[in-house]
């Protein structure tokens, strides 16, 4: 049973084109995040969810919206891809009000042509 | 502005060999994480130290904190195949306990 789910795995698209990663957790955590990965490998964190409710919004491109549907869940839209979009983005959860360990999915590597 | 740098940015070593990675961060914090991702995986945490903790021990894992220094390191004793991966330290910050990655210390074991 994968604790952090994303999908999908691959996504090769245009530019220009919309497309959206799926995230679900089967841990229970009230808390989930979007992170990108660059090709320098820096990890830096999107977005934050606790409850459904948005808690941190880092400075992305309003062509970036997350949606968290339940706690369960935080889905990740992208409009309009640039090449610059290209990355592995990881979802990642963690449960509030402990020591914030966060575990995390296995990526979603974006390649935007 | 970037916290939890680590240094170096790559390290070899010969397969049952220490392995010691730096990490250092910028402002106050409640804790300090490590954790490790193996290629084309998602992160793994390894350890948390707490901001008044020195010292971390986890199978051959050793954490030490310096909160003067605002500096981590991880020691990885007597090294194997499976350790190559990359390893990212995470500091939570005081202030809004917001967890920092930084582009962390590709570790890789030579046979």
């Known amino acids: 049973d994968t604790a952090v789910s994303q999908t999908p795995k691959y996504l090769v698209t245009q530019m220009g084109n919309d497309k959206s990663i799926k995230c679900e957790q089967n841990l229970g955590h009230d808390t989930m995040y979007w992170y990108k990965q660059d090709s320098k490998k820096f990890l830096k964190i999107m977005f934050s969810?606790?409850?459904?409710?948005?808690?941190i919004n880092e400075t992305v491109p309003n062509r970036f919206s997350p949606k968290s549907p339940d706690k369960a869940h935080l889905n990740l839209h992208i409009n309009s891809l640039e090449l610059g979009d290209s990355a592995v983005y990881f979802c990642?959860?963690?449960?509030?009000?402990?020591?914030?360990?966060?575990?995390f999915g296995a990526g979603t590597r974006l390649s935007v042509l | 502005s970037q916290q939890g740098e680590e240094d170096p940015q790559a390290l070899s070593i010969q397969e049952g060999e220490n392995a010691t990675m730096n990490c250092s961060y910028k402002t106050s914090i409640n804790n300090l994480q490590w954790y490790r991702q193996n290629s084309g995986r998602g992160l793994v945490h390894l350890i948390l130290i707490r901001s008044n903790e020195r010292e971390k021990h986890s199978g051959r894992l050793r954490v030490t904190l310096d909160t003067s220094k605002k500096s981590s390191s991880l020691l990885i004793t007597a090294s194997r195949a499976a350790d190559t991966a990359s390893y990212f330290c995470?500091?939570?910050?005081?202030?809004?306990?917001?967890?920092?990655f930084g582009k962390g210390t590709r570790l890789h074991i030579l046979p």
């Open positions: 969810y606790n409850n459904k409710e948005l808690i």
């Open positions: 995470a500091p939570e910050l005081n202030r809004d306990d917001k967890i920092i």
């Open positions: 990642a959860s963690s449960q509030a009000g402990t020591t914030n360990i966060q575990y």
